[in-house]
């Protein structure tokens, strides 16, 4: 006889790690992250930890022995059930500290899914998604399909932060509902097989 897997609830939540990918001057990721732990805030069964690499800054050399503020975040990251990478597209690509954020890390990020929230010009941040498919797959995390972007993003916020288009509570709503399905499963398959 097999047991059903308890399901998240207001007891034992899904924690999703939000990074903030951006640390630049004048950055428009705070908006973004406002508007999007706004969305998270209305499934009951998350909990959301914002881990923001312009406060939670990591170095950018890395070393064979973690700093004291790399081996802090190891906990934050290992904790997680998935993330969210919130990141603009710079150059076609995705910002150095994130990659270097990414880098520190292996364990953390096995078998547990990662969902993308970006913005740029008029890809709205796609190549930068892509790109970290790529990445993420390589460290043996699950990068999900539904992703939410904001092409010409300047554009789509009204001067107060909210969003000019309900079609991104729409797409929201999507991201958070396959990322939960998968941290859910993937959460009881680390439970039942520790993943090796």
Known sequence: MTSTPAPATAERPLRIAVLVASTREGRFAPTITAWFTGQAALHTDLSVDVIDLDVDRLPMHLTAERPAEVTA???RLAAADGFVVITPEYNRSFPAPLKAAIDWYQTEWQAKPVGFVTYGG??????????LRLVFGELHAAPIREVVTFANYPERFDAEGRPTDEGCNIASKGLLEQLTWWARALRTAREAHPYA
């Open 73 to 75: 975040m190891a906990g």
């Open 122 to 131: 008029v890809s709205g941040g796609l190549r930068a998604a892509e790109q």
